[in-house]
């Protein structure tokens, strides 16, 4: 019973570098989302997917694109590092995207962006 | 749109204590509130939730209250074990809203010291 899955769970970058962090659910989930944590920070919404084949901006979308590859997959991608990218990253899934829901969470990547 | 405020940042107490972390919310369309537990490298799992038609709600040793009128709620937990120790986060959004509206407080850093 896997749940959410991320990979990697860490990633050094230099700046500029490109990277993709995938995310799998195998609960059958409509909704997925990317949230990073930074310290003092809390959770914030980087881009989130209500359904297969939409997404759309959170409230941190700069410098991130995000791709719903299936039901079960979605993708958060680099495309230009910059220190300021350097956080950890969350994907989460829920099961229709309602307000009211409780969020799954994988267990994150680290990433530096040196 | 809606601000979340969390306190206190950090939290430390003696096992077998209580432990409060209070929440303040911005938007009055706001009815729904989670708790988050995140325990060390691992992703945040929910604990406790309530809904605004209700004004208190408990699970075990741990319980939240609302109070509506002036947009706060509380997470208490009693009788605290170690295990307990965690950051823990507050959020709110809207009952039939996207999950795009949750928004999390900063959280709480709670050490529990045997």
């Known amino acids: 019973n896997a749940g959410v899955t991320q990979t990697p769970k860490f990633q050094v970058l230099k700046t500029g570098q490109s990277m993709t962090l995938q995310c799998a659910q195998d609960?059958?989930?409509?909704?997925m989302y990317w949230y990073r944590q930074d310290p003092g920070m809390g959770l914030r919404l980087i881009y989130y997917?209500?359904?297969?084949?939409?997404?759309d901006k959170g409230e941190v979308p700069n410098g991130y694109n995000v791709s719903r590859l299936n039901k079960r997959e979605f993708s958060l991608r680099l495309e230009s590092a910059a220190p300021s990218q350097t956080s950890v990253y969350f994907c989460?899934?829920?099961?229709?995207?309602?307000?009211?829901?409780?969020?799954?969470f994988g267990s994150g990547t680290q990433l530096s962006v040196l | 749109g809606e601000n979340v405020e969390q306190h206190p940042s950090t939290l430390s107490v003696q096992e077998g204590d209580s432990a409060v972390i209070k929440c303040t919310y911005s938007?009055?369309?706001?009815?729904?509130f989670p708790w988050y537990k995140q325990e060390l490298g691992k992703g945040p799992q929910l604990i406790i939730d309530?809904?605004?038609?209700?004004g208190e709600k408990k699970d075990q040793r741990i319980a939240v209250t609302l109070n509506k009128t002036a947009k706060h709620f509380s997470l208490h937990i009693t009788e605290t074990q170690p295990e307990d120790s965690a950051v823990y986060f507050c959020?709110?959004?809207?009952?039939?809203?996207?999950?795009?509206?949750?928004?999390f407080g900063k959280g709480t850093k709670l050490s529990v010291k045997p």
């Open positions: 989460a899934s829920s099961p229709l995207g309602r307000g009211d829901e409780k969020l799954f």
């Open positions: 609960m059958n989930h409509n909704s």
């Open positions: 997917s209500a359904s297969e084949g939409t997404t």
């Open positions: 938007d009055s369309a706001s009815n729904y």
């Open positions: 309530i809904r605004s038609n209700v």
């Open positions: 959020a709110a959004s809207m009952h039939g809203g996207s999950q795009g509206n949750l928004i």
